[in-house]
C-alpha cells in the first residue's frame, strides 16, 4: 500500500489537476457478449443526452457493443464497469480559441435517465467537463450502490449536493468540483458519515459557507488521503479533522480568503502531509512556526497571502521539497545560501515579495531545479553574475528563468548559450545594457523572450540565430535606434527566417527611426503575416505598406499607432480583430481598404484610423464588418454623405466621426445600431434636423455630440427618452425653438451616483490581453475645451451654446441634480434663471452668459457650493447679487453687462456698456474657435480665479498638462483653447 502511494503521489504532483488511477481505457475481450438489459439502458440514457457534435455515434442500435466509445465491461461478465463520459480539457489551460470552440462543441448536455439503474455493476461514472447547466445533480445516482468511483466535477450542475450521495457507501472517489457561481452548495455535512472508505474528496467549488456541523463529524473519513476545499467559501478554518491525522497526504484549502482567522493547530499535526496548498487566504503575519515538523512536504504553496516574515532558516531543511511557491507575499530579508539543502526541488518562486539581497550561488547547485521566478524584489545585482552561478549543474536543465524588475544591470554574457533548455527567458524591466549576446541564438527551446524595458540600444539579427521555436518576442522600450537591423535580421534567410513560430512581436515605445521604403520592401511585411500579435506603435517608422493581399493574413492585432507611415492604408484578412493604425500619415481615400474582398466576412471588432489624412468620400462597404464595435475614424479630412450600410454594424458601441467634412443628413440606418454608447459626428458640416428616432433606438447611449455642425429647427423632445445620456453637446448649430421641459427625464443626469462605471469606455474587457486605448471625447467645460478620458464615465454636462434657441430655461431643467455643467450662453433666452437652481447641488459649472435672460439672481444659487465656473454676463439682470461667500468670490467679469450691483462688482465697475455684437459671434465654419477678445481676457481671468477659489474636481492628467500649456501661451494658444 506504502509504496503505490507513493507512485500516485508523485502523479499528483506533477499533474495538479486529479485524475483518478482508473483510465478509461478499452481492453475488451472480443468473446465477450454484452448484456441485453444493459445495452438498452444505455441506450435509453443516450436518448435524454444532448451530444451536439456526435461524439456518441458508435452507441448504435445495429451497432457493435463492443467498440461503444466511453463504455467498458468486466472482461469475463461482461457487464458494464465504468461509464466514460468526460470532455476533453487540456491541463494547462486552452492554448488557443480554436481549441476552447472545439470543448464548447463537444461538451454533453441534456438530462440524465435514471436508465442508468440498470447498471448493476457499474462502479466507475465520469460525467466531468460538461454542460448539464442549471440542473441539479439527480438523486438517483445515490441509489446506483455499486459506484466506487463519481466524477461530476465541471459538469455544470447547480444547486444543493444531494445528502442521498451518502448512500453509496462503496465510494473511494469523489469530485464535486465546480467552477460556476453560484454552483453548487451543501446545508450540512452529515451525509459524509455514509462514506467511510472515501479516499478522495474534492469539493472545491463548492459552497460549504453554510455547512455548520464540522464539529460533530471528527474522524468521519478515517481512509481519506485527499482533501481538496479550494475556494469553498468557507468562513474560517473547520476546527476539527474530518480526516484521520496520519492518513491524510494532500490537503488543499487554496482561495477561501481566511484572512485574519488563525490557522487552527490540527493542520501542523498532520506529520504525514505531502502536499499543502494555503495559497490566496490573505494569512497575516510570520509565516507559522509550527510548519517546521511538517518535514515530509513535497509540495508547498503560500502563494498569495499576507506573510511577513524572513524566510524562516527550518524551511531550507526540507529536503523532500519538490515545489515551493512563496509568490506574493511581503516577505523580506535575504535568502539564505543555505537553499542549497532544498536538494529535491524542482521548481522555486519567490517573486513579488521584498527580499533584498542577491539570489545566493547556492542555488546553482539544485540540480533538479527547472523553474526559477524571482521577480520584482528587492536585490539588485549583475545578471551575468546569476548566469554563472546556476552553470553549475543547470546549464542543460534549466526551463524557466523569470527575473522581471529586479533591479538587474550589466549585460546578458556568452553563457547565456550554454541553457539549452531554456524555454521562457524573462529578465524585463531592468537596466540590461548591450550587447546582447550571439549566443542567446542557439537556445533552440527558447519559446518566450522579454526583453522589454531595458537599456537595449542594439540587437543584431545573428541574436536570434536559431530560435526555432520562438513564439512571443519582446523589444519595446528599450533605447533601440538601430532597428533596421533587426528587420534587416528578420527577412534575411539566414537568421530570422528561422523564426517560423513567431506570434507575437512587440516593439513599441522604442527611438527608432525607420525608412521602410529605403528598405527591402515587402519582406517586412511577408514576416509580419506570422504575426498575431504585432505591436510596433509610438516608433518613428516610415514609409509605405506595400498592398499586398497576402500581408499581415494571420495577425489578429495589429498595433502601428504613432508612427510616420504614409500612402495608402493596408488591406486586412478576415482574421484582424484589433487595428490601430492611428496618429500616422496615411493619406487617399479608404475605398479599397473598406471594399477590398467585400464579400469576405471580416471578424474586426476595434477599428482606429484617427489623425492620418484619409480625405474623400467613403464607399457603401460596411456591410461586412459588422463585427465592428469601435469605429473611430475623426481627425481626417473625410467628406460627403456618410454611406447608409453603417446601419449593418449592428454591434457598434462607439462611433466618431469627430472634425472631418462629412455633410448631408445623418443616414438613417444608423438606427439599426441599437447598441451605441457613444456618438460623436462633432466639427463637420451636417445638416438637416436632429432625427428624433435618436430618442427611441439607443437605451444605452451615454454621449451624444453634434456640435459645430448645421443642424436646425428644434430640439425633438423625442431625445428626453435618453435615460442613460451624460454627455449632451448641441453646441454651435443653427437650433431655434425652446428648451423641451422633458429633459428632466433624463435619469443619468438627474441622479448623482455613476451606476455605469469603465465598463463602457474600456474596449480592453472585449478583447483580451489587449490595451486599447480608452474612449475620450474633446469638451467644452468651465470655459475651456478639454479632452477627458479617464474620467470620462462621471462626467454630466449639457451644452446648447451658440445656436438661436428662445423662451425660457424650463424650471424641470433643475431635476437635473447630477449635472454638472450646464451652459446655455449665446442664445435668445429670456425670462428668469429657474428659482430652484439651487437644487442642482453638483453644478460646477454655469454659463447663461449672451442671453436676454432677467430678472434677479435666485438667492439659491448661492448654495451651489461645487459652483467654480459662473458666467451670467450679458443679459439684463438687475438688483443685487445675493450675498454668500460662493458668488462673492468668482471674478467681477461673470456679471458684467447686467444692472447688477453689490460684490463682486465695485460701485464704480462700468463696463456695462461693453455689449460685443450678438451677430458677430464665434464663426460657425471653424467650430467657434474664433475669439472676441475682449472674452478671451475675461476667460483667463476665470481660469486663474478658479484655480484659487475651488478645488478641482474634474482633474485629469491631461486637464494638468493643459492648464499649464495655457498659462504658457496666453498669446495665440489660447485662442484654440478657450471656446467662450
Ligand atoms: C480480466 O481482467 C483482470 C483484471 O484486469 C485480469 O487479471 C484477468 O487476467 C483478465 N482476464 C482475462 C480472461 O482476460
Ligand atoms: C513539532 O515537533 C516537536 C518535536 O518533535 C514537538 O515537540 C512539537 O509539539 C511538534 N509541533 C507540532 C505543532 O506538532
Ligand atoms: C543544511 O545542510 C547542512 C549539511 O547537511 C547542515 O549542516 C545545515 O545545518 C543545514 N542547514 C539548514 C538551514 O537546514
Given at each position: 500500500?506504502?509504496?503505490c502511494?507513493?507512485f500516485?503521489?508523485?502523479t499528483?504532483l506533477?499533474i495538479?489537476l486529479?485524475?483518478?488511477?482508473?483510465?478509461?481505457?478499452e481492453?475488451?475481450?472480443?468473446?465477450v457478449?454484452?448484456i441485453?438489459s444493459?445495452?438498452?439502458?444505455?441506450l435509453?440514457?443516450k436518448q435524454?443526452?444532448i451530444?451536439?457534435?456526435?461524439r456518441l455515434s458508435?452507441w448504435?442500435v445495429?451497432?457493435?457493443?463492443?467498440h461503444?466509445?466511453?463504455?467498458?465491461?468486466?472482461?469475463?461478465?461482461a457487464?458494464?464497469?465504468?461509464?466514460?463520459?468526460?470532455?476533453?480539457h487540456?491541463?494547462?489551460?486552452?492554448e488557443?480559441?480554436?481549441?476552447?470552440?472545439a470543448?464548447e462543441?463537444?461538451?454533453f448536455?441534456?438530462?440524465?435517465n435514471p436508465?442508468?439503474?440498470?447498471?448493476?455493476?457499474l462502479?466507475?461514472?465520469?460525467?466531468s467537463?460538461?454542460?448539464?447547466?442549471?440542473?441539479?445533480?439527480?438523486?438517483?445516482?445515490?441509489?446506483?450502490?455499486?459506484?466506487?468511483?463519481?466524477?461530476?466535477?465541471?459538469a455544470g450542475?447547480?444547486?444543493?449536493?444531494?445528502h442521498?450521495?451518502?448512500?453509496?457507501?462503496n465510494?473511494?472517489?469523489?469530485?464535486?468540483?465546480s467552477?460556476?457561481?453560484?454552483?453548487?452548495?451543501?446545508?450540512?455535512l452529515?451525509?459524509l458519515l455514509?462514506l467511510?472508505?472515501?479516499?478522495?474528496?474534492?469539493?472545491?467549488?463548492?459552497?460549504?459557507s453554510?455547512?455548520?456541523?464540522w464539529?460533530?463529524l471528527t474522524n468521519?473519513?478515517?481512509s481519506?488521503f485527499?482533501?481538496?476545499l479550494s475556494y469553498s467559501?468557507?468562513?474560517?478554518?473547520p476546527?476539527?479533522?474530518?480526516?484521520?491525522f496520519?492518513?491524510?497526504l494532500t490537503?488543499?484549502?487554496?482561495?477561501?480568503?481566511?484572512?485574519?482567522t488563525l490557522?487552527?493547530?490540527?493542520i501542523?499535526?498532520?506529520?504525514?502531509l505531502v502536499s499543502?496548498?494555503?495559497?490566496?487566504n490573505?494569512f497575516q503575519g510570520?509565516?507559522?512556526?509550527d510548519?517546521?515538523n511538517?518535514t515530509?512536504?513535497r509540495?508547498?504553496?503560500?502563494?498569495?497571502?499576507?506573510f511577513?516574515?524572513?524566510?524562516?532558516n527550518?524551511?531550507?531543511?526540507?529536503?523532500?521539497?519538490?515545489?515551493?511557491?512563496?509568490?506574493?507575499?511581503?516577505?523580506?530579508?535575504?535568502i539564505?545560501?543555505a537553499?542549497?539543502?532544498?536538494?529535491?526541488?524542482?521548481?522555486i518562486?519567490l517573486?513579488?515579495n521584498?527580499?533584498?539581497?542577491?539570489l545566493p550561488r547556492?542555488?546553482g547547485?539544485?540540480?533538479?531545479?527547472?523553474?526559477?521566478?524571482?521577480?520584482?524584489?528587492?536585490?539588485?545585482?549583475?545578471i551575468?553574475?546569476i548566469?554563472?552561478?546556476?552553470?553549475v549543474?543547470?546549464?542543460?536543465?534549466?526551463?524557466i528563468?523569470r527575473?522581471?524588475?529586479?533591479?538587474l544591470?550589466?549585460?546578458?554574457t556568452?553563457?547565456?548559450?550554454l541553457?539549452?533548455n531554456?524555454?521562457?527567458l524573462?529578465?524585463?524591466n531592468?537596466?540590461?545594457?548591450?550587447?546582447?549576446p550571439?549566443?542567446?541564438?542557439s537556445?533552440?527551446s527558447?519559446g518566450y523572450?522579454?526583453?522589454?524595458n531595458?537599456?537595449?540600444?542594439?540587437?543584431?539579427?545573428?541574436?536570434?540565430g536559431?530560435?526555432?521555436k520562438?513564439?512571443?518576442?519582446?523589444?519595446?522600450?528599450n533605447?533601440?535606434e538601430?532597428?533596421?537591423?533587426i528587420?534587416?535580421?528578420?527577412?534575411?534567410k539566414?537568421?530570422?527566417?528561422?523564426l517560423t513560430?513567431?506570434?507575437?512581436?512587440?516593439?513599441?515605445g522604442?527611438q527608432l527611426?525607420?525608412?521602410?521604403?529605403?528598405?527591402i520592401?515587402?519582406s517586412?511585411w511577408?514576416?509580419?503575416s506570422?504575426?498575431i500579435?504585432l505591436?510596433l506603435?509610438?516608433?518613428?517608422?516610415?514609409?509605405?505598406i506595400p498592398n499586398?493581399?497576402?500581408?499581415?493574413?494571420?495577425?489578429?492585432?495589429?498595433?502601428l499607432?504613432?508612427?510616420?507611415?504614409?500612402?495608402?492604408?493596408p488591406y486586412?484578412?478576415s482574421?484582424v480583430?484589433?487595428?490601430?493604425?492611428?496618429?500616422?500619415?496615411?493619406s487617399?481615400?479608404?475605398?479599397?481598404?473598406?471594399?477590398?474582398?467585400?464579400?469576405?466576412?471580416?471578424?474586426?471588432?476595434y477599428l482606429?484610423l484617427?489623425k492620418n489624412?484619409?480625405?474623400r468620400?467613403?464607399?457603401?462597404?460596411?456591410?461586412?464588418?459588422n463585427?465592428l464595435v469601435?469605429?473611430?475614424?475623426a481627425?481626417n479630412n473625410?467628406?460627403?454623405s456618410?454611406?447608409?450600410s453603417?446601419?449593418?454594424?449592428?454591434l457598434l458601441?462607439?462611433?466618431?466621426l469627430?472634425?472631418?467634412k462629412?455633410f448631408?443628413?445623418l443616414?438613417?440606418s444608423?438606427?439599426?445600431?441599437e447598441k451605441?454608447?457613444?456618438?460623436?459626428v462633432?466639427?463637420?458640416?451636417?445638416?438637416?434636423?436632429?432625427?428624433?428616432?435618436?430618442?427611441?433606438?439607443?437605451s444605452?447611449?451615454?454621449i451624444?455630440?453634434?456640435?459645430?455642425?448645421?443642424?436646425?429647427d428644434h430640439?425633438?423632445?423625442?431625445l428626453c427618452?435618453?435615460a442613460?445620456?451624460?454627455?449632451?453637446d448641441?453646441s454651435?448649430?443653427?437650433?431655434?425653438?425652446?428648451?423641451?421641459g422633458c429633459?428632466k427625464n433624463?435619469?443619468?443626469?438627474a441622479?448623482?451616483?455613476?451606476?455605469?462605471?469603465?465598463?463602457?469606455?474600456n474596449?480592453?474587457?472585449?478583447?483580451?490581453g489587449?490595451?486599447?486605448?480608452l474612449?475620450?471625447?474633446?469638451?467644452?467645460i468651465k470655459?475651456k475645451a478639454l479632452?477627458?478620458?479617464?474620467?470620462l464615465?462621471?462626467?454630466?454636462?449639457?451644452?446648447?451654446s451658440?445656436n438661436?434657441?428662445?423662451?425660457?430655461?424650463?424650471?424641470e431643467?433643475?431635476?437635473l441634480?447630477?449635472?454638472q455643467?450646464?451652459?446655455?450662453s449665446y442664445?435668445?433666452?429670456?425670462?428668469?434663471?429657474?428659482?430652484?437652481?439651487?437644487?442642482?447641488?453638483?453644478l460646477e459649472?454655469i454659463d447663461?452668459?449672451?442671453?436676454?435672460?432677467s430678472?434677479?439672481?435666485?438667492?439659491?444659487?448661492?448654495?451651489l457650493?461645487?459652483?467654480?465656473?459662473?458666467n451670467?454676463s450679458?443679459?439684463?439682470?438687475?438688483?443685487?447679487?445675493?450675498?454668500?461667500?460662493?458668488l462673492?468670490?468668482?471674478?467681477?467679469?461673470g456679471?458684467?453687462g447686467?444692472?447688477?450691483?453689490?460684490?463682486?462688482?465695485s460701485?464704480n465697475f462700468?463696463?456695462n456698456?461693453?455689449n460685443p455684437d450678438?451677430?458677430?459671434k464665434?464663426?460657425?465654419?471653424?467650430?467657434?474657435?474664433e475669439?472676441d477678445w475682449?472674452?478671451?481676457?475675461?476667460?483667463l481671468?476665470?481660469?486663474?480665479?478658479?484655480?484659487?477659489v475651488?478645488?478641482?474636481?474634474l482633474?485629469?492628467?491631461?486637464?494638468?498638462?493643459?492648464?499649464?500649456q495655457?498659462?504658457d501661451h496666453t498669446?495665440?494658444k489660447?485662442?484654440?483653447?478657450v471656446?467662450?
Open positions: 500500500m506504502e509504496g502511494l507513493g500516485l503521489f508523485l499528483f506533477i495538479p486529479p485524475h483518478y488511477f482508473i483510465f478509461c481505457t481492453h475488451i475481450d472480443s468473446e457478449r454484452c441485453d444493459e445495452r438498452h439502458a444505455i435509453k440514457f435524454d443526452l451530444d451536439p457534435s456526435n458508435s448504435a445495429d451497432g457493435d457493443c463492443c461503444w466509445v466511453g463504455v467498458i465491461y468486466h472482461n469475463l461478465t457487464h458494464v464497469q465504468q461509464l466514460c463520459l468526460r470532455t476533453f487540456p491541463l494547462g489551460g486552452f488557443s480559441e480554436e481549441q476552447y470552440e470543448y462543441r463537444s461538451m448536455g441534456g438530462k440524465l436508465s442508468l439503474l440498470d447498471l448493476k455493476h462502479n466507475y461514472f465520469d460525467l467537463f460538461n454542460n448539464f447547466s442549471t440542473s441539479p445533480i439527480p438523486e438517483f445516482l445515490s441509489s446506483i450502490k455499486s459506484l466506487t468511483s463519481l466524477n461530476l466535477s465541471n450542475f447547480v444547486g444543493v449536493i444531494p442521498q450521495l451518502g448512500n453509496l457507501s465510494l473511494l472517489y469523489l469530485n464535486l468540483k467552477s460556476i457561481f453560484p454552483g453548487l452548495y451543501v446545508n450540512n452529515q451525509w455514509g467511510p472508505l472515501l479516499q478522495h474528496l474534492d469539493m472545491s467549488g463548492v459552497d460549504l453554510k455547512a455548520s456541523d464539529l460533530q468521519t473519513l478515517p481519506l485527499d482533501l481538496r467559501q468557507l468562513p474560517f478554518i476546527p476539527t479533522l474530518i480526516v484521520n496520519s492518513s491524510l490537503l488543499d484549502l487554496s482561495e477561501n480568503q481566511f484572512g485574519n490557522i487552527p493547530s490540527w501542523f499535526g498532520l506529520c504525514n499543502l496548498d494555503l495559497s490566496e490573505y510570520p509565516i507559522p512556526i510548519l517546521q511538517m515530509s512536504l509540495h508547498l504553496d503560500l502563494s498569495l497571502n499576507n511577513n516574515s524572513s524566510i524562516p527550518w524551511l531550507y531543511s526540507f529536503s523532500h521539497l519538490e515545489f515551493l511557491n512563496l509568490r506574493y507575499n511581503n516577505l523580506q530579508g535575504i539564505s545560501s537553499i542549497r539543502n532544498l536538494t529535491s526541488t524542482f521548481s518562486d517573486s513579488e521584498e527580499l533584498g539581497g542577491k547556492s542555488l547547485n539544485l540540480c533538479n531545479l527547472r523553474e526559477i521566478k524571482f521577480s520584482s524584489n528587492n536585490g539588485s545585482q549583475e551575468s553574475e548566469l554563472e552561478s546556476l552553470l549543474c543547470l546549464s542543460d536543465r534549466l526551463e528563468l527575473l522581471f524588475n529586479s533591479q544591470y550589466d549585460h546578458l556568452d553563457e547565456l548559450g541553457f539549452k531554456l524555454a521562457v524573462d529578465p524585463a531592468n537596466s540590461i545594457s548591450s550587447p546582447l550571439l549566443s542567446l541564438g537556445l533552440s527558447l523572450l522579454d526583453l522589454s531595458n537599456l537595449f540600444n542594439e540587437i543584431v539579427p545573428q541574436n536570434f536559431q530560435l526555432s520562438l513564439h512571443t518576442l519582446h523589444i519595446e522600450s533605447m533601440l538601430h532597428y533596421t537591423k528587420m534587416e535580421g528578420a527577412i534575411s539566414s537568421h530570422f527566417s528561422n513560430r513567431l506570434t507575437t512581436f512587440f516593439a513599441f522604442n527611426t525607420l525608412n521602410i521604403s529605403d528598405m520592401p515587402p517586412i511577408n514576416l509580419s506570422l504575426f500579435y505591436n506603435s509610438h516608433n518613428q517608422i516610415n514609409g509605405e499586398n493581399p497576402s500581408i499581415l493574413s494571420t495577425s489578429s492585432v495589429i498595433d499607432s504613432s508612427n510616420h507611415f504614409k500612402g495608402s492604408l486586412i484578412s482574421s480583430i484589433v487595428l490601430d493604425l492611428s496618429d500616422n500619415s496615411f487617399k481615400s479608404i475605398s479599397s481598404f473598406l471594399c477590398f474582398k467585400m464579400n469576405d466576412s471580416k471578424s474586426i471588432g482606429n484617427e489624412n484619409l480625405s468620400k467613403i464607399p457603401d462597404c460596411w456591410m461586412k464588418w463585427s469601435v469605429l473611430n475614424l481627425n473625410f467628406s460627403g456618410f454611406p447608409t453603417i446601419g449593418s454594424l449592428t458601441k462607439s462611433l466618431h469627430y472634425n472631418n462629412f448631408g443628413n443616414p438613417s444608423l438606427r439599426n445600431c451605441l454608447v457613444i456618438i460623436d462633432a466639427k463637420n458640416e451636417f445638416v438637416g434636423s436632429i432625427p428624433s428616432w435618436i430618442g427611441h433606438r439607443f444605452s447611449l451615454m451624444l455630440n453634434l456640435h459645430s455642425n448645421n443642424f436646425h430640439i425633438p423632445k423625442e427618452a435618453l442613460s445620456l451624460q454627455i449632451l448641441l454651435h448649430n443653427k437650433l431655434s425653438r425652446g428648451i423641451p429633459v433624463f435619469s443619468a443626469m441622479t448623482k451616483n455613476n451606476s455605469n462605471p469603465d465598463m463602457s469606455f474596449h480592453s474587457n472585449y478583447y483580451v489587449e490595451t486599447l486605448p474612449e475620450s471625447e474633446l469638451l467644452v470655459g479632452e477627458y478620458s479617464t474620467i464615465h462621471l462626467v454630466k454636462c449639457i451644452d446648447f451658440n438661436s434657441l428662445s423662451g425660457e430655461i424650463p424650471k431643467v433643475t431635476s441634480q447630477g449635472l455643467s450646464l451652459n446655455l442664445n435668445f433666452f429670456i425670462g428668469s434663471i429657474p428659482e430652484n437652481i439651487g437644487a442642482m447641488g453638483s459649472s447663461f452668459s449672451m442671453n436676454q435672460l430678472g434677479q439672481i435666485p438667492s439659491s444659487m448661492s448654495s457650493t461645487f459652483l467654480s465656473h459662473l451670467l450679458n443679459n439684463n439682470f438687475t438688483r443685487k447679487i445675493p450675498l454668500s461667500t460662493q462673492q468670490s468668482f471674478n467681477a467679469l456679471f458684467i447686467n444692472k447688477l450691483c453689490g460684490l463682486p462688482l460701485n462700468t463696463i456698456d461693453v450678438k451677430e458677430n464665434g464663426s460657425k465654419h471653424n467650430g467657434g474657435l475669439v475682449f472674452f478671451v481676457s475675461m476667460a481671468a476665470f481660469v486663474v480665479g478658479f484655480w484659487g475651488c478645488g478641482p474636481l482633474l485629469n492628467k491631461q486637464w494638468i498638462i493643459m492648464y499649464f495655457f498659462l498669446g495665440y489660447l485662442k484654440s483653447l471656446l467662450l
